[in-house]
């Protein structure tokens, strides 16, 4: 089976802020696409989008959501405010992500209604000290594994294989102005990012580079994907030879 161990926070670059909400201090400015296929990193200087994700729920893995950050505030040193500290050093904190489902929105509110935890949670971060000025590249399971298989099983009972329907996964980043952060007084919101995320049986799993083009009789490995994930990229046994 695949193995699903990937780092929350890939590449991770300096950020800052000024006053948190109303002055946008930390924007997501894209989902950045994957630099190398196969390779689970993240450049935080990347200016090409990933216009959407792609999970193949036949392997029943989560999918890894790639974003970039960036500070929006000028830069404040300790001497302009007589604390000893820069004051709009931030730390990350956590993401807060909602599943929604337009093609068929009464399969994210069965699940809802089954566990609300499957299509909307929390996904703490590690908690850097990030200085102003720069960018962040960070990693965030947008669909756990629990989820992956309950959209699974829910997909196919209605749907069947041949579904192919797309999840939007709706993220807001959270951090704290470091040395105030007492309560919601150093809290900083990133206005919510939406990023689509096309969900199908099959569609990135490949033969092709084995031989004959014949899968392995009782193959259960499988390489490919991104970040340990059957995600964005084909997915093939792992007795056979990479994809070109």
């Known amino acids: 089976m695949m193995k699903f161990n990937f780092p929350l926070i890939a590449t991770l670059a300096v950020l800052g802020t000024a006053c948190a909400d109303n002055q946008e201090s930390l924007i997501v400015l894209l989902a950045p696409a994957w630099d190398t296929p196969g390779e689970c990193l993240i450049q935080a200087s990347s200016e090409i989008s990933l216009p959407y994700g792609i999970l193949d729920l036949s392997y029943g893995t989560p999918y890894a959501m790639p974003a970039i950050l960036l500070n929006n505030a000028a830069e404040q040193g300790a001497n302009d405010n007589n604390s000893g500290v820069v004051s709009n050093e931030i730390q990350l904190l956590d993401a807060d992500v909602d599943l929604t489902m337009a093609q068929a929105p009464d399969i994210i509110d069965d699940l809802r209604a089954t566990n609300g935890g499957l299509v909307s949670f929390n996904v703490p971060l590690s908690q850097n000290s990030l200085l102003p000025g720069a960018s962040a590249g960070v990693l965030v399971e947008v669909i756990p594994q629990q989820t992956s298989a309950a959209l699974a099983d829910a997909i196919m009972a209605q749907f069947g294989p041949e579904a192919k329907l797309t999840v ?60 340990g994930n059957a995600q964005d990229f084909t997915v093939y046994p792992a007795a056979c030879d990479p994809p070109g």
């Open 168 to 227: 939007e996964a709706h993220v807001q980043f959270h951090a704290s102005r470091s040395g105030n952060n007492i309560g919601k007084l150093g809290g900083i919101d990133a206005r919510e990012f939406s990023f689509p995320i096309s969900v199908c049986f099959g569609c990135l799993g490949s033969c092709a580079t084995c031989p004959a083009a014949m899968c392995p009789v009782g193959n259960s490995e499988w390489a490919g994907g991104i970040c």
